[in-house]
């Protein structure tokens, strides 16, 4: 029973099995219009996709949409700070796929993120958003379609988990002073540093668990892609924050060897592998140097190490991996985070799956679109075993708001994901070709208008980029 918002009287639920939706004909899908730019970009998403359904399907399919509130209309709706109210928690979990503009969030003080609350409690796992180039986008890149990744961002730890005190209150003071006096002095690798005493404090947990369970299906997704995209890059700070982003990193590799040992090859495996088939006769001790900078400055224990580590993946992946069966393999490589900001614009071909923590995912994930179109561009969806939530990678674009302006396809092509997930591919190819066809043919709105030579001017509005995206089905 709902307080005040009312179910479709027709329509079946989605249901879940084994993580997997159960997809009816007429599923009812609950959706949030979101704040801010949400009231332009909701209304051109829900047209393009009925259309495209209808258009796909005719009668046999059909979505039947459930309004429910979250953010600002939530509060209008239910009463004053009611920004979550329990109708919509309770309509989610009940109707398992949902769709979401995006909601406000003050910097500071005020409530913590709608947004980030919906993924946790939902248990949203992963935070999944294609960055990928549709023809006549203009970009700031020079090869923007050589770009084409998906970030698999872990979507319910790390700082977003939001536990954090303010500076200089009693509780922050008290942290403080026991991790000063006791927990610090007693963990030598620490030596005698101090937290300053007027210091707020956040915590970042990084579990195996979490880092596992998402680096699991970012593997899952890289087997289904074409064999020159079977690609997962941990990405991580891993020589800074050796236990959190450095653990990410391993447990990475631990599952991608373990669960998934006939179909994954790490890079450094790939080495050892192709160091041998290159040169037959190579010894373990050449291998090892070829495949580890600075191996004659080391220990001569840690070159042992390494040595037994290299016979070890040679007698276990040989027959398995060896005589480049390793090439038919998902890759399986990391790299430090700085550093994949700049590779996605350097060597932007050379990635297919980066599999990241939240708040790296969370900055790669605007960079990345910025590079095929912008922001205006950028799909997302929030997986989890029991539930999905589709929203796109911006906010709500405050200084847009109401003016019938901005780009909708970025919630339009989560809407595309949506169908995707619902099994739809006839009606999300369609909304794809539409929204290639408006693009090539300069239907757009003012954010990739400014961006082409010669200008185009005037851009469509919001409402009408939907149309047009329609009109090239
Ligand atoms: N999932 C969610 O709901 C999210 C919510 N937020 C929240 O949104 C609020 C505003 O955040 P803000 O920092 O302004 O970031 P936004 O992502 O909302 O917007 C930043 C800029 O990106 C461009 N942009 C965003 N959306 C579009 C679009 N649909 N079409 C074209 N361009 C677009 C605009 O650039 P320009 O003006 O240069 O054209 C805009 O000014 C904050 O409260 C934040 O916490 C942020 C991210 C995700
Ligand atoms: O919830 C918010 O306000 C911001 C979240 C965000 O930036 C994101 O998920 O990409
Ligand atoms: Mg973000």
Same mark, same amino acid.
């Given at each position: 029973?709902?307080?005040?918002?009312?179910?479709?009287?027709?329509?079946?639920?989605?249901?879940?099995?084994?993580?997997?939706?159960?997809?009816?004909?007429?599923?009812?899908?609950?959706?949030?219009?979101?704040?801010?730019?949400?009231?332009?970009?909701?209304?051109?998403?829900?047209?393009?996709?009925?259309?495209?359904?209808? *258009?796909?399907?005719?009668?046999?399919?059909?979505?039947?949409?459930?309004k429910?509130?979250?953010?600002d209309?939530?509060?209008?709706h239910?009463?004053?700070?009611?920004?979550?109210?329990?109708?919509?928690?309770?309509?989610?979990?009940?109707?398992?796929?949902? /769709?979401?503009?995006?909601?406000?969030?003050?910097?500071?003080?005020?409530?913590?993120?709608?947004?980030?609350?919906?993924?946790?409690?939902?248990?949203?796992?992963?935070?999944?958003?294609?960055?990928?180039?549709?023809?006549?986008?203009?970009?700031? !890149?020079?090869?923007?379609?050589?770009?084409?990744?998906? /970030?698999?961002?872990?979507?319910?730890?790390?700082i977003?988990?939001?536990?954090?005190?303010?500076?200089?209150?009693?509780?922050?003071?008290?942290?403080?002073?026991?991790?000063?006096?006791?927990?610090?002095?007693?963990?030598?690798? $620490?030596?005698?540093?101090?937290?300053?005493?007027?210091?707020? /404090?956040?915590?970042?947990?990084?579990?195996?668990k979490?880092? &596992?369970?998402l680096?699991?299906?970012?593997?899952? $997704?890289?087997?289904?892609?074409?064999?020159?995209?079977?690609?997962?890059?941990?990405? $991580?700070?891993?020589? =800074?924050?050796?236990?959190?982003?450095?653990?990410?990193?391993?447990?990475?590799?631990?599952?991608?060897?373990?669960?998934?040992?006939?179909?994954?090859? *790490?890079?450094?495996?790939?080495?050892?592998?192709?160091?041998?088939?290159?040169?037959?006769?190579?010894?373990?001790?050449?291998?090892?140097? &070829?495949?580890?900078?600075?191996?004659?400055?080391?220990?001569?224990?840690?070159?042992?190490?390494?040595?037994?580590?290299?016979?070890?993946?040679?007698?276990?992946?040989?027959?398995?991996?060896?005589?480049?069966?390793?090439?038919?393999?998902?890759?399986?490589?990391?790299?430090?985070?700085? #550093? /994949?900001?700049? &590779?996605?614009? *350097?060597?932007?071909?050379?990635?297919?799956?980066?599999?990241?923590?939240?708040?790296?995912?969370?900055?790669?994930?605007?960079?990345a679109?910025?590079?095929?179109?912008?922001?205006?561009?950028?799909?997302?969806?929030?997986?989890?075993?029991?539930?999905? =939530?589709?929203?796109?990678? !911006?906010?709500?674009?405050?200084? !847009? @708001?109401?003016?019938d302006?901005?780009?909708?396809?970025s919630?339009?092509?989560?809407?595309?994901?949506?169908?995707?997930?619902?099994?739809? #591919?006839?009606?999300?190819?369609?909304?794809?070709?539409?929204?290639?066809? @408006? =693009?090539? $043919?300069?239907?757009? *709105?003012?954010?990739?208008?400014?961006?082409?030579?010669?200008?185009?001017?005037?851009?469509?509005?919001?409402?009408e980029?939907?149309?047009?995206?329609?009109?090239?089905?």
């Open positions: 029973m709902y307080d005040k918002i009312t179910a479709p009287s027709v329509g079946t639920k989605i249901t879940f099995k084994d993580g997997e939706p159960i997809v009816p004909d007429d599923p009812i899908i609950p959706f949030i219009r979101g704040d801010g730019t949400g009231y332009d970009i909701w209304p051109a998403t829900q047209k393009v996709l009925e259309a495209a359904v209808k *258009t796909a399907y005719g009668d046999k399919k059909k979505i039947n949409w459930f429910i509130y979250a953010g209309e939530a509060c209008e239910y009463g004053q700070f009611q920004y979550l109210p329990e109708d919509t928690l309770q309509a989610i979990r009940e109707y398992g796929v949902a /769709i979401k503009g995006p909601l406000t969030t003050p910097v500071g003080g005020g409530i913590r993120s709608l947004n980030v609350a919906l993924r946790q409690i939902n248990d949203l796992y992963a935070c999944v958003r294609p960055c990928r180039y549709y023809p006549g986008t203009p970009s700031p !890149h020079k090869y923007p379609e050589r770009l084409d990744v998906i /970030i698999y961002r872990e979507n319910t730890e790390d977003y988990l939001g536990i954090e005190w303010k500076a200089e209150t009693e509780t922050a003071k008290k942290l403080i002073d026991f991790l000063n006096q006791d927990l610090i002095p007693n963990t030598p690798e $620490h030596g005698k540093k101090q937290i300053p005493l007027d210091a707020g /404090i956040g915590i970042k947990p990084i579990s195996k979490g880092s &596992q369970r680096v699991r299906r970012a593997i899952k $997704h890289a087997l289904q892609l074409p064999e020159n995209k079977q690609m997962v890059t941990l990405v $991580h700070k891993g020589n =800074i924050m050796k236990y959190t982003e450095g653990a990410f990193r391993d447990w990475g590799y631990e599952l991608a060897t373990t669960e998934f040992r006939q179909e994954c090859v *790490t890079e450094r495996e790939s080495w050892i592998l192709s160091n041998k088939e290159n040169n037959p006769d190579l010894s373990l001790e050449e291998n090892a140097r &070829q495949v580890e900078p600075g191996f004659d400055s080391v220990t001569p224990q840690r070159r042992e190490e390494i040595i037994a580590e290299v016979k070890a993946i040679l007698d276990t992946l040989w027959d398995s991996h060896g005589d480049g069966k390793w090439k038919q393999k998902v890759m399986v490589n990391d790299r430090i985070a700085d #550093s /994949i900001f700049q &590779q996605i614009q *350097t060597r932007p071909e050379e990635y297919s799956i980066l599999a990241t923590m939240n708040l790296n995912g969370d900055y790669i994930s605007d960079a679109a910025a590079l095929v179109g912008g922001l205006g561009m950028g799909p997302g969806a929030n997986i989890g075993d029991q539930c999905a =939530i589709f929203e796109a990678t !911006h906010g709500t674009a405050p200084k !847009h @708001a109401g003016l302006r901005v780009n909708p396809g919630l339009i092509l989560s809407g595309v994901m949506m169908l995707e997930y619902l099994g739809w #591919s006839e009606a999300a190819q369609l909304v794809e070709k539409g929204l290639a066809g @408006a =693009i090539a $043919h300069k239907k757009v *709105t003012y954010d990739l208008a400014r961006m082409m030579t010669p200008k185009v001017d005037p851009p469509l509005k919001c409402s980029f939907a149309q047009a995206i329609i009109d090239h089905f």
